[in-house]
């Protein structure tokens, strides 16, 4: 029997370790080596798959057989089960009508379409795996809206009806305008994360956007209690400026044991109240109350000071002005004379935890941030650092 895969990296503290494995240890690979069993074809979208498979052994299918299964969601909205002892289809299902890949959503137009660009989480025991959809009625992104889905992982049926995602509301207060949450602009790609907090099972959503230059841009996190499936709760990284994308290289955001949600945060304007670009974050989920609403909130942070060097837009946008550019698009920087760490992007990696949840005092922010200087700038010469609000130099 395989062991257990609900989640991105194996846990929620995204470490990357398979505790549970007892076959493939290091003496039986160097003895018996590795083969391949089989090959699992997908049909729908030409390069398959972003989300990382999921496994779940000794599922009781609809027919009442018993199989280790092996979960995998497509760029074309289908969501496929197969046996991982033979690779034999069990069920397949189709969830809506992608969104169409064009150059504004992918300069490059890697995937064919735009779907399930996450990857789900199982509730093994409840028997109910939770994903996010980018459904359109046209295949266009402009008419498209995020679902969040709740369906069995014995058949993929409905276990509640799916919630669209589109105009949760985040106040920041601190004078910032209402954000409301547009599915249009975003790219759903950091993967799921389901704990409990105060004992209100919950998944949470980490969105970044299509276009990271745009004034609109900003990164998300709205929360989806599991019963009844609904939203609860909203975050947005940058409520007063722009940016601020989640994405961690599709790794999911972190929980710990105490209810704390942690996240990376990539290019965007930072200012320490609202806004939080290129940051580390600690949030604080509060779930409804009787009439009192859910609310996400900042208990914590941590921000390099060379962020005012490289927050959004970066010096190269000025190349290709007339538009937006889709996020994906990268100039070499070098060769035109600019600086080429201005775009290092914090957040193009997710955090992983280990135990505690210890606050970051601001003498350790101001270590850490001598510590990143340090490393980052050990073979350049220190710059000239423009003054940013909210920021502090070491």
Same mark, same amino acid.
């Given at each position: 029997? =395989? ?13 990357? $370790? ?60 289908? @969501?496929? +089960? ?18 169409? &890949?064009?150059? =504004? ?25 939770? @994903? ?8 266009? $992104?402009?008419? !498209?809206?995020? /679902? ?24 920041? &207060?601190? &004078? ?30 980490? /969105? ?5 230059? *745009? ?20 975050? +947005?990284?940058? +409520?007063?400026? /722009? ?6 290289? &599709?790794?999911?955001?972190? !929980? ?39 609310? @996400? ?17 970066? !010096?190269?946008?000025?190349?290709? $002005?007339?538009?937006? @550019? ?26 992983? *935890?280990?135990?505690?949840? +210890? =606050? ?6 101001? !270590? ?9 700038? $050990? ?16």
């Amino acid at each position: 029997m =395989p062991p257990s895969v609900t989640t991105r990296s194996y846990d929620n503290a995204r470490s990357g $370790a398979n505790s549970q494995e007892t076959v493939l240890t290091p003496d039986a690979i160097r003895t018996k080596g590795i083969e391949k069993l089989f090959s699992l074809q997908l049909a729908g979208d030409a390069r398959g798959i972003e989300a990382q498979p999921l496994v779940l052994p000794g599922v009781t299918l609809a027919d009442g057989q018993s199989h280790d299964v092996i979960y995998l969601a497509d760029m074309a909205n289908q @969501l496929w +089960a197969f046996d991982a002892d033979t690779g034999a289809r069990l069920w397949t299902r189709t969830l809506g009508t992608p969104v169409t &890949g064009t150059e =504004p959503i992918d300069h490059y137009l890697i995937n064919d379409h735009w779907g399930i660009l996450s990857t789900p989480v199982i509730d093994a025991a409840a028997g109910i795996m939770y @994903l996010v959809a980018w459904i359109s009625p046209d295949r266009s $992104a402009e008419k !498209a809206q995020h /679902f969040c889905y709740a369906v069995s992982v014995r058949d993929g049926t409905d276990v509640h009806p799916p919630v669209s995602l589109e105009g949760a509301t985040y106040q920041a &207060g601190h &004078g910032a305008p209402e954000q409301r949450f547009a599915s249009a602009g975003r790219k759903q790609r950091a993967a799921l994360l389901l704990t409990e907090v105060d004992g209100h099972q919950t998944v949470f959503i980490g /969105f970044g956007s299509l276009q990271e230059t *745009s004034a609109t841009s900003r990164g998300w996190i709205i929360a989806c209690a599991t019963d009844p499936l609904g939203v609860t709760a909203a975050w +947005a990284s940058t +409520a007063k400026g /722009f940016g601020g994308g989640i994405w961690q290289a &599709g790794s999911g955001l972190v !929980a710990d044991a105490k209810g704390f949600i942690y996240v990376m945060t990539g290019n965007g304007t930072f200012d320490g109240q609202v806004d939080f670009g290129e940051s580390f974050v600690k949030l604080r989920y509060a779930p409804p109350d009787g009439t009192t609403a859910g609310s @996400l909130s900042v208990t914590d942070w941590w921000t390099p000071f060379s962020d005012a060097l490289r927050t959004g837009p970066q !010096a190269h946008v000025a190349v290709r $002005a007339d538009r937006p @550019l889709a996020t994906n698009f990268r100039l070499e920087t070098a060769a035109m004379g600019e600086n080429p760490w201005a775009d290092m992007d914090l957040g193009s990696a997710g955090p992983s *935890s280990s135990s505690g949840s +210890a =606050p970051l005092s601001e003498r350790a922010r101001t !270590a850490s941030r001598t510590s990143w200087t340090t490393t980052t700038w $050990a073979r350049r010469p220190p710059p000239t650092w423009p003054t940013q609000p909210g920021t502090t130099r070491s």
